[in-house]
Protein backbone atom coordinates (compact mmCIF):
# COMPACT_ATOMS: atom_id res chain seq x y z
CA UNK A 1 0.00 0.00 0.00
CA UNK A 2 1.25 3.21 -1.04
CA UNK A 3 0.79 6.32 0.73
CA UNK A 4 1.77 10.00 0.26
CA UNK A 5 4.78 11.67 2.00
CA UNK A 6 4.88 11.87 5.73
CA UNK A 7 3.72 15.17 6.56
CA UNK A 8 3.76 17.10 3.25
CA UNK A 9 1.82 20.19 3.57
CA UNK A 10 -1.35 20.70 2.10
CA UNK A 11 -1.82 21.83 -1.57
CA UNK A 12 -5.19 22.58 -1.32
CA UNK A 13 -7.06 23.56 1.61
CA UNK A 14 -11.26 24.60 1.92
CA UNK A 15 -12.40 26.04 5.22
CA UNK A 16 -15.49 26.32 6.74
CA UNK A 17 -17.33 26.35 3.49
CA UNK A 18 -20.85 27.00 3.46
CA UNK A 19 -23.32 26.73 0.80
CA UNK A 20 -27.72 26.84 1.05
CA UNK A 21 -29.50 26.13 -1.74
CA UNK A 22 -33.83 27.11 -1.25
CA UNK A 23 -34.94 24.89 1.65
CA UNK A 24 -31.07 22.78 1.36
CA UNK A 25 -28.19 23.54 3.45
CA UNK A 26 -25.74 21.54 1.24
CA UNK A 27 -22.91 22.42 3.36
CA UNK A 28 -22.14 23.47 6.81
CA UNK A 29 -18.57 24.76 7.96
CA UNK A 30 -17.08 21.93 5.54
CA UNK A 31 -13.19 21.59 5.98
CA UNK A 32 -11.04 19.90 3.57
CA UNK A 33 -7.34 19.77 3.31
CA UNK A 34 -5.85 17.69 0.74
CA UNK A 35 -1.85 16.55 0.16
CA UNK A 36 0.37 16.91 -2.94
CA UNK A 37 0.45 13.09 -4.61
CA UNK A 38 -2.20 12.05 -1.93
CA UNK A 39 -5.73 10.34 -3.37
CA UNK A 40 -8.38 11.77 -1.18
CA UNK A 41 -11.65 9.98 -1.20
CA UNK A 42 -14.81 12.12 -0.80
CA UNK A 43 -17.40 9.83 0.54
CA UNK A 44 -20.94 10.31 2.00
CA UNK A 45 -24.37 9.05 1.46
CA UNK A 46 -26.86 10.51 -1.69
CA UNK A 47 -26.99 14.32 -1.14
CA UNK A 48 -24.62 14.15 1.79
CA UNK A 49 -23.01 17.73 -0.45
CA UNK A 50 -20.14 15.68 -1.85
CA UNK A 51 -20.46 17.53 -5.25
CA UNK A 52 -21.26 20.43 -4.12
CA UNK A 53 -18.18 20.60 -2.17
CA UNK A 54 -16.27 19.76 -5.47
CA UNK A 55 -18.24 22.37 -7.72
CA UNK A 56 -17.43 25.03 -5.55
CA UNK A 57 -13.65 24.00 -5.87
CA UNK A 58 -14.09 24.02 -9.46
CA UNK A 59 -15.34 27.27 -9.80
CA UNK A 60 -18.59 26.25 -11.31
CA UNK A 61 -20.90 27.27 -8.26
CA UNK A 62 -20.70 30.00 -5.74
CA UNK A 63 -20.12 29.40 -2.25
CA UNK A 64 -22.13 31.38 0.35
CA UNK A 65 -18.91 31.53 2.91
CA UNK A 66 -15.47 30.11 3.04
CA UNK A 67 -12.03 30.25 2.13
CA UNK A 68 -10.04 28.25 -0.65
CA UNK A 69 -5.64 28.38 -0.40
CA UNK A 70 -4.00 26.92 -2.74
CA UNK A 71 0.13 26.15 -1.10
CA UNK A 72 -1.19 28.08 1.95
CA UNK A 73 -2.32 31.43 -0.50
CA UNK A 74 -6.04 32.33 -0.65
CA UNK A 75 -7.34 32.27 -3.38
CA UNK A 76 -10.59 33.22 -5.92
CA UNK A 77 -12.03 30.49 -7.67
CA UNK A 78 -15.17 32.33 -9.27
CA UNK A 79 -15.59 30.68 -12.59
CA UNK A 80 -14.57 27.35 -14.32
CA UNK A 81 -11.96 29.23 -16.28
CA UNK A 82 -10.10 30.96 -13.15
CA UNK A 83 -10.41 26.93 -12.00
CA UNK A 84 -8.50 26.05 -14.84
CA UNK A 85 -5.76 28.61 -14.59
CA UNK A 86 -5.15 27.58 -11.31
CA UNK A 87 -4.55 23.72 -12.30
CA UNK A 88 -8.13 22.08 -11.03
CA UNK A 89 -10.19 19.93 -13.39
CA UNK A 90 -12.94 18.46 -12.76
CA UNK A 91 -14.15 15.33 -13.90
CA UNK A 92 -17.87 15.69 -13.81
CA UNK A 93 -20.70 12.99 -12.06
CA UNK A 94 -23.00 14.57 -14.65
CA UNK A 95 -20.85 14.12 -18.62
CA UNK A 96 -20.11 17.60 -19.55
CA UNK A 97 -19.24 17.00 -22.66
CA UNK A 98 -20.74 18.28 -26.24
CA UNK A 99 -22.30 16.10 -27.73
CA UNK A 100 -22.49 17.07 -31.35
CA UNK A 101 -18.50 17.15 -31.29
CA UNK A 102 -16.31 14.53 -31.53
CA UNK A 103 -14.12 12.77 -28.59
CA UNK A 104 -10.74 15.70 -29.41
CA UNK A 105 -12.84 18.64 -29.94
CA UNK A 106 -14.21 17.81 -26.77
CA UNK A 107 -10.57 16.89 -24.92
CA UNK A 108 -9.24 20.41 -26.11
CA UNK A 109 -12.85 22.98 -26.06
CA UNK A 110 -11.62 26.40 -25.49
CA UNK A 111 -7.49 25.56 -26.15
CA UNK A 112 -7.59 23.73 -29.40
CA UNK A 113 -3.48 23.75 -30.89
CA UNK A 114 -3.46 26.68 -33.08
CA UNK A 115 -2.08 26.54 -36.90
CA UNK A 116 0.07 28.84 -38.16
CA UNK A 117 -2.42 30.59 -40.21
CA UNK A 118 -4.58 32.73 -37.45
CA UNK A 119 -7.61 31.68 -36.60
CA UNK A 120 -7.59 28.18 -37.46
CA UNK A 121 -6.97 25.14 -35.69
CA UNK A 122 -4.08 22.83 -35.94
CA UNK A 123 -6.52 19.81 -36.20
CA UNK A 124 -3.73 17.22 -37.20
CA UNK A 125 -2.29 18.11 -33.75
CA UNK A 126 -5.34 18.01 -31.83
CA UNK A 127 -6.06 14.46 -33.24
CA UNK A 128 -2.52 13.09 -32.93
CA UNK A 129 -2.66 14.42 -29.17
CA UNK A 130 -6.11 13.25 -28.30
CA UNK A 131 -5.40 10.28 -29.92
CA UNK A 132 -2.43 9.90 -27.76
CA UNK A 133 -3.99 10.20 -24.25
CA UNK A 134 -6.95 7.97 -25.12
CA UNK A 135 -4.66 5.17 -26.08
CA UNK A 136 -2.55 5.40 -22.85
CA UNK A 137 -6.24 5.16 -20.67
CA UNK A 138 -6.16 1.91 -22.84
CA UNK A 139 -9.14 2.65 -24.29
CA UNK A 140 -10.42 1.00 -27.60
CA UNK A 141 -11.71 4.84 -29.04
CA UNK A 142 -11.27 6.87 -32.11
CA UNK A 143 -10.23 10.57 -31.24
CA UNK A 144 -12.65 11.28 -34.25
CA UNK A 145 -15.91 9.78 -33.34
CA UNK A 146 -18.64 12.26 -32.10
CA UNK A 147 -19.29 11.62 -28.54
CA UNK A 148 -23.11 11.25 -29.44
CA UNK A 149 -22.17 8.43 -30.28
CA UNK A 150 -20.67 6.62 -27.57
CA UNK A 151 -21.16 4.37 -25.27
CA UNK A 152 -21.79 5.91 -21.38
CA UNK A 153 -18.21 4.14 -20.42
CA UNK A 154 -16.75 5.95 -23.34
CA UNK A 155 -18.21 9.21 -22.86
CA UNK A 156 -16.42 8.67 -19.56
CA UNK A 157 -13.18 7.83 -20.79
CA UNK A 158 -13.81 11.20 -22.89
CA UNK A 159 -14.44 13.33 -19.96
CA UNK A 160 -11.51 11.27 -18.06
CA UNK A 161 -8.86 11.94 -21.05
CA UNK A 162 -10.18 16.00 -21.18
CA UNK A 163 -9.56 16.34 -17.32
CA UNK A 164 -6.15 14.93 -17.11
CA UNK A 165 -4.57 15.76 -20.48
CA UNK A 166 -4.61 19.17 -19.07
CA UNK A 167 -1.57 20.09 -16.15
CA UNK A 168 -3.27 20.51 -13.48
CA UNK A 169 -2.53 19.89 -9.84
CA UNK A 170 -5.76 18.94 -8.47
CA UNK A 171 -7.77 16.41 -10.14
CA UNK A 172 -11.41 15.83 -8.78
CA UNK A 173 -13.25 12.60 -9.96
CA UNK A 174 -16.76 12.75 -9.24
CA UNK A 175 -18.05 9.45 -9.27
CA UNK A 176 -15.47 8.41 -12.39
CA UNK A 177 -16.32 4.49 -12.23
CA UNK A 178 -19.82 4.12 -11.85
CA UNK A 179 -20.10 3.29 -15.77
CA UNK A 180 -16.59 1.90 -16.64
CA UNK A 181 -15.65 -1.99 -17.24
CA UNK A 182 -13.29 -3.72 -14.49
CA UNK A 183 -10.96 -3.43 -18.01
CA UNK A 184 -11.36 0.05 -18.00
CA UNK A 185 -11.33 0.64 -14.36
CA UNK A 186 -8.05 -0.65 -13.53
CA UNK A 187 -6.19 1.65 -16.80
CA UNK A 188 -8.13 4.77 -14.54
CA UNK A 189 -6.52 3.11 -11.46
CA UNK A 190 -3.36 2.82 -13.46
CA UNK A 191 -3.64 6.48 -14.41
CA UNK A 192 -4.34 7.66 -10.87
CA UNK A 193 -1.17 5.86 -9.68
CA UNK A 194 1.00 7.94 -12.60
CA UNK A 195 -1.14 11.12 -11.42
CA UNK A 196 -0.04 10.46 -7.91
CA UNK A 197 3.68 10.14 -9.06
CA UNK A 198 3.64 13.24 -10.49
CA UNK A 199 2.90 14.74 -7.41
CA UNK A 200 -0.89 15.46 -8.28
CA UNK A 201 -3.62 15.44 -5.48
CA UNK A 202 -6.41 13.84 -6.55
CA UNK A 203 -9.67 13.91 -4.61
CA UNK A 204 -11.98 10.69 -5.72
CA UNK A 205 -15.46 10.07 -4.79
CA UNK A 206 -17.44 6.72 -4.97
CA UNK A 207 -19.71 5.18 -3.55
CA UNK A 208 -18.04 1.21 -4.12
CA UNK A 209 -15.93 0.91 -0.75
CA UNK A 210 -13.46 -1.13 -1.87
CA UNK A 211 -12.38 1.01 -4.79
CA UNK A 212 -11.50 3.57 -1.74
CA UNK A 213 -9.22 0.73 -0.03
CA UNK A 214 -7.50 0.24 -3.07
CA UNK A 215 -6.79 3.20 -5.11
CA UNK A 216 -6.99 6.03 -1.77
CA UNK A 217 -4.55 7.08 0.66
CA UNK A 218 -6.95 9.37 3.07
CA UNK A 219 -10.81 9.30 3.26
CA UNK A 220 -13.26 12.41 4.41
CA UNK A 221 -16.63 11.54 5.10
CA UNK A 222 -19.26 13.90 4.79
CA UNK A 223 -22.53 13.64 6.08
CA UNK A 224 -25.77 15.81 5.87
CA UNK A 225 -23.44 18.70 4.31
CA UNK A 226 -20.94 18.25 7.21
CA UNK A 227 -17.25 16.66 7.32
CA UNK A 228 -17.72 14.15 10.06
CA UNK A 229 -13.91 13.10 10.01
CA UNK A 230 -10.89 12.78 7.89
CA UNK A 231 -8.89 9.91 8.36
CA UNK A 232 -6.12 7.36 6.82
CA UNK A 233 -7.44 4.91 4.68
CA UNK A 234 -4.91 1.84 6.80
CA UNK A 235 -6.82 3.33 9.79
CA UNK A 236 -10.33 2.58 8.98
CA UNK A 237 -12.46 -0.81 7.70
CA UNK A 238 -15.50 -0.76 5.48
CA UNK A 239 -17.77 -0.98 8.74
CA UNK A 240 -16.24 2.49 10.40
CA UNK A 241 -16.82 3.85 7.01
CA UNK A 242 -20.57 3.00 6.43
CA UNK A 243 -20.80 3.83 10.07
CA UNK A 244 -19.55 7.63 9.54
CA UNK A 245 -21.52 7.86 6.73
CA UNK A 246 -25.20 6.26 7.79
CA UNK A 247 -24.69 7.62 11.38
CA UNK A 248 -26.09 4.19 12.43
CA UNK A 249 -25.13 0.56 12.34
CA UNK A 250 -26.58 -0.95 8.87
CA UNK A 251 -27.40 -4.74 9.96
CA UNK A 252 -29.13 -6.56 7.13
CA UNK A 253 -27.55 -5.07 3.83
CA UNK A 254 -28.97 -7.30 1.67
CA UNK A 255 -33.19 -7.97 3.12
CA UNK A 256 -34.10 -10.84 0.52
CA UNK A 257 -37.76 -12.11 1.47
CA UNK A 258 -39.45 -15.05 -0.95
CA UNK A 259 -42.40 -14.51 -2.10
CA UNK A 260 -44.72 -17.68 -3.56
CA UNK A 261 -43.20 -18.20 -7.00
CA UNK A 262 -47.06 -18.36 -9.77
CA UNK A 263 -47.05 -18.29 -13.03
CA UNK A 264 -44.51 -17.26 -16.25
CA UNK A 265 -45.09 -13.38 -16.80
CA UNK A 266 -42.41 -13.41 -19.62
CA UNK A 267 -41.01 -16.27 -21.77
CA UNK A 268 -38.40 -15.73 -24.60
CA UNK A 269 -37.77 -18.64 -27.05
CA UNK A 270 -34.42 -18.87 -29.04
CA UNK A 271 -34.48 -15.31 -28.99
CA UNK A 272 -32.04 -13.42 -30.71
CA UNK A 273 -30.30 -10.55 -32.93
CA UNK A 274 -27.61 -11.03 -35.57
CA UNK A 275 -24.08 -10.15 -33.34
CA UNK A 276 -25.87 -9.42 -30.35
CA UNK A 277 -27.77 -12.04 -28.96
CA UNK A 278 -27.97 -15.80 -29.68
CA UNK A 279 -31.00 -18.75 -28.61
CA UNK A 280 -31.91 -16.90 -25.44
CA UNK A 281 -34.85 -19.29 -23.93
CA UNK A 282 -35.72 -18.59 -20.44
CA UNK A 283 -38.44 -17.31 -18.29
CA UNK A 284 -39.62 -15.35 -15.35
CA UNK A 285 -42.29 -16.13 -13.33
CA UNK A 286 -44.77 -14.53 -10.34
CA UNK A 287 -42.91 -13.34 -7.20
CA UNK A 288 -39.11 -14.21 -8.86
CA UNK A 289 -36.54 -12.40 -9.17
CA UNK A 290 -34.43 -13.58 -11.84
CA UNK A 291 -30.59 -12.31 -11.68
CA UNK A 292 -28.74 -11.69 -15.05
CA UNK A 293 -24.91 -11.68 -14.51
CA UNK A 294 -22.24 -11.38 -16.55
CA UNK A 295 -19.08 -9.44 -17.81
CA UNK A 296 -19.89 -5.87 -19.64
CA UNK A 297 -20.21 -6.43 -22.85
CA UNK A 298 -22.03 -10.19 -22.26
CA UNK A 299 -25.10 -9.26 -23.91
CA UNK A 300 -27.44 -8.26 -20.49
CA UNK A 301 -28.33 -4.73 -21.50
CA UNK A 302 -28.83 -5.83 -25.63
CA UNK A 303 -30.97 -8.62 -23.82
CA UNK A 304 -33.00 -5.87 -21.30
CA UNK A 305 -33.35 -3.68 -24.73
CA UNK A 306 -34.63 -6.18 -26.83
CA UNK A 307 -37.57 -7.11 -24.25
CA UNK A 308 -38.38 -3.61 -23.78
CA UNK A 309 -38.62 -3.32 -27.66
CA UNK A 310 -35.77 -1.04 -27.53
CA UNK A 311 -33.91 -2.58 -30.22
CA UNK A 312 -35.21 -4.93 -33.21
CA UNK A 313 -34.84 -9.12 -32.90
CA UNK A 314 -34.58 -11.04 -35.61
CA UNK A 315 -35.54 -14.90 -34.49
CA UNK A 316 -37.37 -15.90 -31.85
CA UNK A 317 -40.72 -15.59 -29.97
CA UNK A 318 -41.80 -13.87 -26.57
CA UNK A 319 -44.79 -14.52 -24.64
CA UNK A 320 -46.20 -12.30 -21.63
CA UNK A 321 -48.73 -14.09 -19.29
CA UNK A 322 -48.84 -17.11 -21.53
CA UNK A 323 -49.86 -15.34 -25.07
CA UNK A 324 -47.58 -14.78 -27.68
CA UNK A 325 -46.63 -11.31 -28.09
CA UNK A 326 -45.00 -8.94 -30.54
CA UNK A 327 -43.38 -5.71 -29.14
CA UNK A 328 -42.04 -3.52 -31.62
CA UNK A 329 -41.28 -0.18 -29.55
CA UNK A 330 -41.08 0.60 -25.72
CA UNK A 331 -44.33 1.76 -26.02
CA UNK A 332 -45.53 -1.63 -26.82
CA UNK A 333 -44.18 -3.22 -23.86
CA UNK A 334 -45.26 -0.42 -21.31
CA UNK A 335 -48.62 -1.31 -22.57
CA UNK A 336 -47.85 -5.16 -22.00
CA UNK A 337 -47.02 -4.21 -18.31
CA UNK A 338 -43.49 -4.40 -19.17
CA UNK A 339 -41.13 -1.47 -16.93
CA UNK A 340 -37.50 -1.19 -18.02
CA UNK A 341 -35.14 0.92 -15.57
CA UNK A 342 -32.28 1.75 -17.64
CA UNK A 343 -28.80 2.01 -16.86
CA UNK A 344 -28.34 5.12 -18.36
CA UNK A 345 -30.73 6.92 -16.09
CA UNK A 346 -30.07 10.45 -16.66
CA UNK A 347 -29.95 10.39 -20.36
CA UNK A 348 -33.32 7.90 -20.85
CA UNK A 349 -34.80 8.05 -17.84
CA UNK A 350 -35.81 11.89 -17.07
CA UNK A 351 -37.34 15.34 -17.51
CA UNK A 352 -34.80 17.32 -15.74
CA UNK A 353 -36.74 20.67 -16.05
CA UNK A 354 -39.62 19.09 -14.48
CA UNK A 355 -40.89 18.20 -10.67
CA UNK A 356 -39.39 15.35 -8.93
CA UNK A 357 -43.55 14.84 -8.45
CA UNK A 358 -43.93 15.03 -12.41
CA UNK A 359 -40.90 12.75 -13.32
CA UNK A 360 -42.58 10.14 -10.64
CA UNK A 361 -46.03 9.82 -11.99
CA UNK A 362 -45.24 10.85 -15.50
CA UNK A 363 -45.62 6.98 -16.69
CA UNK A 364 -48.67 6.51 -15.18
CA UNK A 365 -50.96 9.43 -15.18
CA UNK A 366 -54.08 7.34 -15.96
CA UNK A 367 -54.12 6.39 -12.39
CA UNK A 368 -54.54 9.73 -11.19
CA UNK A 369 -56.96 10.80 -14.04
CA UNK A 370 -60.47 11.33 -13.87
CA UNK A 371 -62.21 12.02 -16.75
CA UNK A 372 -59.16 13.65 -18.11
CA UNK A 373 -58.84 15.88 -14.97
CA UNK A 374 -55.39 15.01 -12.93
CA UNK A 375 -56.04 14.24 -9.18
CA UNK A 376 -53.58 16.97 -8.06
CA UNK A 377 -53.47 15.71 -4.31
CA UNK A 378 -53.29 12.59 -5.31
CA UNK A 379 -50.29 12.92 -7.44
CA UNK A 380 -48.72 14.86 -4.65
CA UNK A 381 -49.33 11.66 -2.11
CA UNK A 382 -48.25 9.04 -4.78
CA UNK A 383 -44.99 11.16 -5.23
CA UNK A 384 -44.50 11.76 -1.06
CA UNK A 385 -45.35 8.10 -0.51
CA UNK A 386 -41.76 6.96 -3.23
CA UNK A 387 -39.93 10.08 -1.75
CA UNK A 388 -40.25 8.44 1.72
CA UNK A 389 -40.20 5.51 0.84
CA UNK A 390 -36.71 5.65 -0.75
CA UNK A 391 -35.22 8.79 1.25
CA UNK A 392 -35.45 10.92 -1.58
CA UNK A 393 -33.30 14.06 -0.21
CA UNK A 394 -35.48 17.17 -1.95
CA UNK A 395 -36.72 19.94 0.20
CA UNK A 396 -40.30 18.93 -1.51
CA UNK A 397 -42.05 17.14 -4.13
CA UNK A 398 -41.87 20.17 -6.07
CA UNK A 399 -37.84 20.58 -6.81
CA UNK A 400 -36.87 20.16 -10.12
CA UNK A 401 -34.79 17.00 -10.62
CA UNK A 402 -32.38 18.78 -11.97
CA UNK A 403 -31.37 20.40 -8.61
CA UNK A 404 -31.31 16.41 -6.54
CA UNK A 405 -27.98 15.07 -6.03
CA UNK A 406 -26.97 12.21 -8.18
CA UNK A 407 -27.87 9.40 -6.82
CA UNK A 408 -31.42 10.82 -5.90
CA UNK A 409 -31.88 11.74 -9.50
CA UNK A 410 -32.22 7.62 -9.98
CA UNK A 411 -34.32 7.12 -7.14
CA UNK A 412 -36.32 9.27 -8.87
CA UNK A 413 -36.43 7.00 -11.99
CA UNK A 414 -36.66 4.60 -9.73
CA UNK A 415 -39.60 5.76 -7.93
CA UNK A 416 -41.31 6.30 -11.53
CA UNK A 417 -40.91 2.55 -12.91
CA UNK A 418 -42.02 1.42 -9.45
CA UNK A 419 -45.22 3.44 -9.68
CA UNK A 420 -45.99 2.17 -13.22
CA UNK A 421 -47.25 -1.25 -11.22
CA UNK A 422 -45.62 -3.38 -14.40
CA UNK A 423 -46.21 -6.97 -13.83
CA UNK A 424 -42.53 -7.17 -15.35
CA UNK A 425 -39.54 -4.98 -14.18
CA UNK A 426 -36.46 -5.13 -15.88
CA UNK A 427 -33.87 -3.31 -13.68
CA UNK A 428 -30.20 -2.75 -15.00
CA UNK A 429 -27.50 -1.71 -12.55
CA UNK A 430 -30.41 -0.87 -9.97
CA UNK A 431 -28.01 0.46 -7.59
CA UNK A 432 -24.80 1.97 -9.52
CA UNK A 433 -24.50 5.53 -8.20
CA UNK A 434 -26.85 4.91 -4.85
CA UNK A 435 -25.26 5.23 -1.19
CA UNK A 436 -24.44 1.90 0.89
CA UNK A 437 -28.06 2.84 3.04
CA UNK A 438 -30.28 3.42 0.02
CA UNK A 439 -29.37 0.31 -1.28
CA UNK A 440 -31.36 -1.55 1.03
CA UNK A 441 -34.69 0.13 0.37
CA UNK A 442 -34.34 -0.63 -3.11
CA UNK A 443 -33.89 -4.02 -2.28
CA UNK A 444 -37.09 -3.70 -0.05
CA UNK A 445 -38.81 -2.09 -2.75
CA UNK A 446 -38.12 -5.13 -4.70
CA UNK A 447 -39.28 -7.33 -2.45
CA UNK A 448 -42.58 -5.56 -2.42
CA UNK A 449 -42.56 -5.67 -6.01
CA UNK A 450 -42.41 -10.06 -6.02
CA UNK A 451 -44.75 -9.83 -3.02
CA UNK A 452 -47.50 -8.49 -4.98
CA UNK A 453 -46.76 -10.93 -7.66
CA UNK A 454 -44.31 -8.86 -10.32
CA UNK A 455 -41.61 -10.49 -12.08
CA UNK A 456 -38.21 -8.84 -11.77
CA UNK A 457 -35.13 -9.32 -14.22
CA UNK A 458 -32.20 -7.71 -12.34
CA UNK A 459 -28.91 -7.46 -14.74
CA UNK A 460 -26.51 -6.75 -12.19
CA UNK A 461 -22.32 -6.82 -11.99
CA UNK A 462 -22.36 -6.61 -8.32
CA UNK A 463 -21.96 -10.12 -7.44
CA UNK A 464 -23.37 -9.87 -3.52
CA UNK A 465 -26.24 -8.00 -4.64
CA UNK A 466 -26.89 -10.74 -7.51
CA UNK A 467 -26.59 -13.50 -5.27
CA UNK A 468 -28.54 -11.76 -2.67
CA UNK A 469 -32.07 -10.76 -3.84
CA UNK A 470 -32.00 -13.61 -6.55
CA UNK A 471 -34.55 -16.42 -6.62
CA UNK A 472 -32.55 -18.06 -9.87
CA UNK A 473 -29.81 -16.89 -11.62
CA UNK A 474 -28.78 -16.64 -15.24
CA UNK A 475 -24.91 -15.93 -15.95
CA UNK A 476 -24.62 -14.63 -19.44
CA UNK A 477 -21.29 -14.96 -22.11
CA UNK A 478 -20.80 -13.26 -25.08
CA UNK A 479 -24.76 -12.85 -26.03
CA UNK A 480 -25.92 -16.23 -24.79
CA UNK A 481 -26.80 -17.63 -21.75
CA UNK A 482 -23.60 -19.69 -20.33
CA UNK A 483 -25.57 -21.58 -17.48
CA UNK A 484 -28.54 -21.21 -15.04
CA UNK A 485 -27.59 -21.40 -11.17
CA UNK A 486 -30.39 -21.82 -8.02
CA UNK A 487 -30.51 -19.59 -5.57
CA UNK A 488 -28.99 -22.82 -3.22
CA UNK A 489 -26.37 -23.63 -5.58
CA UNK A 490 -24.81 -19.99 -6.99
CA UNK A 491 -21.47 -18.82 -5.84
CA UNK A 492 -18.84 -16.23 -6.99
CA UNK A 493 -16.82 -18.63 -7.87
CA UNK A 494 -19.29 -20.35 -10.11
CA UNK A 495 -20.50 -16.95 -11.36
CA UNK A 496 -17.66 -15.68 -12.37
CA UNK A 497 -16.38 -19.54 -14.33
CA UNK A 498 -19.48 -18.92 -16.26
CA UNK A 499 -19.37 -15.51 -16.73
CA UNK A 500 -15.65 -15.86 -18.21
CA UNK A 501 -16.58 -18.70 -20.60
CA UNK A 502 -15.88 -22.18 -18.29
CA UNK A 503 -17.94 -24.32 -19.04
CA UNK A 504 -21.42 -24.90 -17.02
CA UNK A 505 -20.60 -28.25 -14.39
CA UNK A 506 -22.20 -31.46 -15.16
N1 LIG B 1 -28.53 23.44 -7.89
C1 LIG B 1 -29.13 23.00 -6.78
N2 LIG B 1 -30.29 23.55 -6.35
C2 LIG B 1 -30.89 23.11 -5.23
N3 LIG B 1 -30.40 22.14 -4.43
C3 LIG B 1 -29.25 21.56 -4.80
C4 LIG B 1 -28.55 21.96 -6.00
N4 LIG B 1 -27.43 21.20 -6.10
C5 LIG B 1 -27.44 20.36 -5.05
N5 LIG B 1 -28.51 20.57 -4.25
C6 LIG B 1 -28.83 19.88 -2.99
O1 LIG B 1 -27.69 19.92 -2.16
C7 LIG B 1 -27.54 18.68 -1.45
C8 LIG B 1 -26.15 18.10 -1.73
O2 LIG B 1 -26.11 17.64 -3.07
P1 LIG B 1 -24.79 17.02 -3.74
O3 LIG B 1 -25.07 16.94 -5.19
O4 LIG B 1 -23.61 17.80 -3.30
O5 LIG B 1 -24.78 15.55 -3.08
P2 LIG B 1 -23.74 14.36 -3.31
O6 LIG B 1 -23.08 14.10 -2.00
O7 LIG B 1 -22.88 14.64 -4.47
O8 LIG B 1 -24.74 13.12 -3.60
P3 LIG B 1 -24.66 11.88 -4.68
O9 LIG B 1 -23.91 10.79 -4.01
O10 LIG B 1 -26.11 11.49 -4.84
O11 LIG B 1 -24.07 12.39 -5.93
C9 LIG B 1 -28.68 17.79 -1.91
O12 LIG B 1 -29.71 17.86 -0.95
C10 LIG B 1 -29.12 18.41 -3.21
O13 LIG B 1 -30.49 18.16 -3.45
MG1 LIG C 1 -22.76 13.80 -6.37
Redesign the pocket.
Given at each position: MSSAPVGSAPVLEMRHITKT??G?Q?LQDVDLEVRAGEVHALV??????????MKILAGAQPRDTGDILLNGQPVHVDSPTQAMALGISIIY?EFNLVPYLNAAENIFLGREPRAAVPGFVDFGTMYRESQAIIDRLGVKLDARTPVNRLSVAQQQMVEIAKATSRRSSIIIM??PSATLTDHELRSLFNLIRQLKADGVAVVY?S?RLEEIFEICDRVTV?RD?KRIDTCDVNAVNRDDLIRMMVGRELTQMIPKQVAPIGEPVLELDGFGRTGALTNITLQVRQGEILGIAGLVGAGRTELARAIFGADPVDSGSMKIDGAAVHVRSPQDAIALGIGLVTEDRKGQGLVLGMAVRENITLANLRELATLNFINGRAEREVARKYVDDLTI??PSVE?TV???????QQKVVLAKWLYTKSKLLIFDEPTR?I?VGAKTEIYQLMNELTARGAAVIMISSELPEVLGMSDRILVMHEGRIAGELSRADATQEKIMHLATGGQAAA
Open positions: FPVAGENGAGKSTLQDEIHMGRTQRNLSGGNGD
